[in-house]
Each structure stands twice: as C-alpha cells, then as structure tokens.
C-alpha cells in the first residue's frame, strides 16, 4: 500500500487568514503515460461524510469554492485555503488513487 | 439527485456476521464501480473494498485487513450494493460509508454512513 502522510495534524488559523495542509506519498503518484497525479482531497465537516474537493491534484470539484486549490506533483502535495471561512473547519484527508485507495491521517483545520 | 442509503448496522458480537446493504438513486447505478470506507470513531479514513461493474466482470478488490472475512457484492436489479461481514472483531466497530466511484475514479458521492459495533 501507498502510505499517505500529511502534516500538520492540526492547526488553527485566523479568518480571513490562509490555511496550508501538506500530504506526502511514499512513493509517487504520478502517471507517466497521461502526465496526471493520482491525489485527492476530501473535507469532513463533524458530524457529516467526506466531500470531494480536488482531484488529479490540483481539478476543482464542481461547486467547490475558488478559495481551495492544490498543488504539487510526484510525492509532495499541498492544500490551501487561501481566505479560512467559519465553514472551513473540518477535517481535510488526502488519498491517493494511483494503487488502490489509501487515506492521509487527516488534518483538523480549526479557527485561531 | 444522488442518494447513497446505508442500513444494516448495528450491534454484534465477536465472531459474528452482519450484512450491510447501500441503496442508491439518481444515477446509473449499474455503471458506477462503488466502494465502502470505513472510520472509527475518532478516526481516520480506511478504505475496504470496491466492486466494478458487470462490464468489468463485478471485480472486487479488498484491503488486506478485511480479505477473507468481508465481501462486496451488488444487485444492479435493486440498485443495491452489499457488504457481508464476517468473523467479526472489536477493531472491525465503524461507521460504514458506501461510495460511488465517479469518472475521474474518485469518491465523489458518500452516504451518511451505518454505525456498526462488535462488542460483547
């Protein structure tokens, strides 16, 4: 299995503030033969399922608001909230897709 | 819309069996593989296992803490999937997600998940 690692556990930011959430594969997630990483984004807020943000590491889901974005490529992703809202708190959970499926620890986003 | 519906949790003892049933709607269920995740309580998120499609010959696939005691199944006739869960243990007690893999592969739709416990 891909282990995902991410960093911080947690943290808390300001409103209005940036939020940054790294995840680290073990080994690569990149595909070579489409140039495409195999990595998402999930955000659980309490009490309620995952929601898909991102995909291909960087693609927006629908809906999704335009303050979240990733990046990064290979082994080494980030997460950003670029303006943290009151709604933002969650847990946010890497996975990669490339060999099976596999989950980061998570990362409790919390507001300062 | 899309709905995901689990049922079927519940309290079990050790050495048990409980099946889980997901009921899907707003989509072709029959052309969507569909997995299950699991979290304790607390927790993060484990995957347990997927089921493609017919086309793809109903392949299953399973994480290696589950192989052999879980199986995945569907009903493309009742819009169902299924989790069977055997030989149960303590560290087995989760919620359930049943997911919908979407086109880009990734979970794009979760049910509200089904609370299982295995205690004595």
């Known amino acids: 299995d891909i282990v995902m690692t991410q960093s911080p556990d947690s943290l808390a930011v300001s409103l209005g503030e940036r939020a940054t959430i790294n995840c680290k594969s073990r080994?690569?997630?990149?595909?070579?033969?489409?140039?495409?990483?195999?990595l998402a984004w999930y955000q659980q807020r309490p009490g309620q399922p995952p929601k898909l943000l991102i995909y291909?590491?960087?693609t927006r889901e629908s809906g999704v608001p335009d303050r979240f974005s990733g990046s990064g490529s290979g082994t080494d992703f980030t997460l950003t909230i670029s303006s943290l809202q009151a709604e933002d708190v969650a847990v946010y959970y890497c996975?990669?897709?490339?060999?099976?499926?596999?989950f980061g620890q998570g990362t409790k986003v919390e507001i300062k | 819309e899309v709905q995901l519906v689990e049922s079927g949790g519940g309290l079990v003892q050790p050495g048990g069996s409980l099946k889980l049933s997901c009921a899907a709607s707003g989509f072709t269920f029959s052309g969507s593989a569909m997995h299950w995740v699991r979290q304790a309580s607390g927790k993060g998120l484990e995957w347990i296992g997927r089921i493609r499609t017919k086309a793809n010959s109903y392949a299953t696939a399973y994480a290696e803490s589950v192989k052999g005691r879980f199986t995945i199944s569907r009903d493309d006739s009742k819009n169902t999937a299924y989790l069977q869960m055997n030989s149960l243990k303590t560290e087995d007690t989760a919620v359930y997600y049943c997911?919908?893999?979407?086109?880009?592969?990734?979970?794009?739709?979760w049910g509200q998940g089904t609370l299982v416990t295995v205690s004595s």
């Open positions: 291909w590491a960087s």
């Open positions: 997911i919908r893999q979407g086109q880009q592969l990734v979970f794009d739709y």
């Open positions: 080994q690569s997630v990149l595909y070579s033969s489409n140039n495409k990483n195999y």
């Open positions: 996975q990669q897709y490339y060999n099976s499926w596999t």
